[in-house]
């Protein structure tokens, strides 16, 4: 019993009986059913993908596998300056995650700063700021294109994607900022704008917790190992902080993909979100033709689009 | 550093400095802050909160701990029903967790169903039945309070909670239906829309999967031990079922608390979502007043709505 399967089999009569008062050309359509995701990725062009840049790359390593994330310069570019300086200094290097709150977030640093020992100061971040200015929205500009959901949504005017990112804008303020969907990374911050240079990063592991948007600086997005930061043990502290350290799982390392040789790097690329197969991709979770659903919605919350990411073919 | 700290610490000059064009009336309310979600908990009367059903609740033992599950008979009562019978039959004793799928689901049930070898045939269903009805919807009535939320929603005309659970409502078809959001439990199905009995349950771990509201029955709300679900490791097989079965989660046994002693049942109260009290609470998460937020949405999902759970305290 494969329940939720993504199989394509006839689905002609299933849908016929289900589908609310179709029009002889939606009948037509069912007959025929659209391409799945699965089927528009194998069908997509090489142009359809671009190389995530090694300089926007970072990997974090702990013990049970690698998190890779892409950097959103464009959102946020002190807070990428920032944190490749961190990368450049092996800053990560032996910190460990501090906090996995259920349904919120799993958040990683130096555990010296919160535990504020006297015999045990933090870090230093060298070179790196310890301040740096808000960057918690930015100007619509032509460098921010943006694929438009056609959806709506509960938080923001207008929702889509940019770049690779999920993203919203408000045509009123002529403002733009990245979302917190699932798998997007920010920068931690105490109660003051300018306090989160970066150096304490989170991931959202449950329901999008869209209230943090135009609150703190999104810098980026987990696009591999995902799971190496949403399957850890929930800390059983105040807001998920661990209260033993000994729980708290260790940062191997974290490196920029451009420090490293290039024999050394991954070779990832990531689906564009300004093409023609990307909007068929939206338009296969809108109305899925997989057999298994019966009743098609015809709607998709920014947060619940697939943003694929593959490791890059061999040339021929 | 307590990032995204609940601190009620003074707000009033950072909120003044960064709500937009506020009113007087608005930068009055802003000098003392709304009360916290915390603050309206700890002002609740007895009568905010309803004891959970023993008839309604299942304990499911896992060895890492309790998952504590409200059934919903009220929107699905012939897979209420059916479960209760399982239940009073110890039909999951023994039986495992075989699927979880990151920012998705985990799925529990019998392994034998999907392994499909000749030599282990399923586990026997006894006084069960082994399909059921789809129950994806029900009419509109007055058994089916409703406390709508003033934000919208991407997928449904109407969306609010009914006893306790979220739920969505259309005017025009006059159905409602619970809706997916996490913690939610449905019962697994194969295509066609009968096929699922109750045996194979998931919970929601990831992102709000919309797409399956009225594809599937949802029977309940896990309402505590949630972390025991969402922190398992990912199956590496398809769509995350497990293809090694010794990494399957065992389950220890699953009752129904009416099934067992007095002695043995806890005693949970879930917070009335049809009471002044409620609203003010939903009030306090689409405006945030701790001192961390200096953007303040003013909407709130659906999925983002705390849920809370609590033991009965003590009677004086």
């Given at each position: 019993m494969n329940?939720?399967?993504?199989?394509?089999?006839?689905?002609?009569?299933?849908?016929?009986?289900?589908?609310?008062?179709a029009s002889q050309a939606a009948t037509a359509a069912a007959a025929k059913p659209a391409p799945t995701m699965d089927q528009i990725l194998k069908a997509s062009k090489p142009s359809d993908w671009r190389a995530l840049n090694p300089d926007d790359t970072l990997y974090m390593d702990l013990p049970?596998?690698?998190?890779?994330?892409?950097?959103?310069?464009?959102?946020?570019?002190?807070?990428a300056d920032n944190i490749?300086?961190?990368?450049?200094q092996h800053y990560w290097d032996g910190l460990a995650i501090l906090r996995v709150q259920d349904g919120f977030?799993?958040?990683?640093?130096?555990?010296?700063?919160?535990?504020?020992?006297?015999?045990?100061?933090?870090?230093?971040?060298g070179k790196a700021k310890s301040t740096i200015a808000a960057e918690f929205e930015?100007?619509?500009?032509?460098?921010?294109?943006?694929?438009?959901?056609?959806?709506g949504d509960?938080?923001?005017?207008?929702?889509g994607f940019s770049n690779g990112f999920p993203a919203a804008r408000d045509p009123k303020t002529g403002?733009?900022?990245?979302?917190?969907?699932?798998?997007?990374?920010?920068?931690?911050r105490d109660n003051t704008p300018n306090s989160g240079p970066g150096t304490e990063l989170y991931a959202v592991i449950g329901q999008a917790p869209r209230q943090l948007d135009r609150n703190i600086a999104l810098i980026g997005r987990v696009v591999q190992g995902m799971q190496y930061l949403s399957d850890l043990p929930r800390g059983n502290g105040p807001m998920g902080f661990y209260k033993n350290p000994a729980h708290q799982t260790k940062i191997l390392r974290v490196r920029l993909a451009s420090d490293l040789p290039a024999s050394e790097r991954m070779h990832l690329e990531a689906l564009r979100t300004d093409t023609p197969t990307f909007?068929?991709?939206?338009?296969?979770?809108?109305?899925?033709?997989?057999?298994?659903?019966?009743?098609?919605?015809?709607?998709?919350?920014?947060?619940?689009?697939?943003?694929?990411?593959?490791?890059?073919?061999?040339?021929?």
């Amino acid at each position: 019993m494969n329940r939720f399967a993504y199989s394509i089999a006839a689905t002609s009569m299933i849908l016929a009986l289900a589908l609310p008062a179709a029009s002889q050309a939606a009948t037509a359509a069912a007959a025929k059913p659209a391409p799945t995701m699965d089927q528009i990725l194998k069908a997509s062009k090489p142009s359809d993908w671009r190389a995530l840049n090694p300089d926007d790359t970072l990997y974090m390593d702990l013990p049970q596998g690698r998190v890779v994330i892409e950097l959103a310069p464009v959102y946020a570019p002190l807070h990428a300056d920032n944190i490749r300086t961190l990368a450049h200094q092996h800053y990560w290097d032996g910190l460990a995650i501090l906090r996995v709150q259920d349904g919120f977030v799993s958040q990683w640093g130096d555990p010296a700063v919160e535990a504020k020992h006297p015999d045990h100061p933090p870090r230093s971040v060298g070179k790196a700021k310890s301040t740096i200015a808000a960057e918690f929205e930015r100007d619509v500009s032509s460098r921010l294109p943006f694929t438009r959901l056609p959806d709506g949504d509960v938080y923001a005017p207008e929702v889509g994607f940019s770049n690779g990112f999920p993203a919203a804008r408000d045509p009123k303020t002529g403002k733009t900022w990245l979302v917190h969907c699932y798998g997007m990374v920010g920068a931690g911050r105490d109660n003051t704008p300018n306090s989160g240079p970066g150096t304490e990063l989170y991931a959202v592991i449950g329901q999008a917790p869209r209230q943090l948007d135009r609150n703190i600086a999104l810098i980026g997005r987990v696009v591999q190992g995902m799971q190496y930061l949403s399957d850890l043990p929930r800390g059983n502290g105040p807001m998920g902080f661990y209260k033993n350290p000994a729980h708290q799982t260790k940062i191997l390392r974290v490196r920029l993909a451009s420090d490293l040789p290039a024999s050394e790097r991954m070779h990832l690329e990531a689906l564009r979100t300004d093409t023609p197969t990307f909007e068929a991709l939206v338009e296969s979770r809108r109305n899925r033709s997989d057999a298994w659903y019966l009743y098609k919605v015809g709607k998709i919350d920014v947060c619940n689009v697939p943003l694929p990411v593959r490791k890059a073919p061999k040339l021929p």
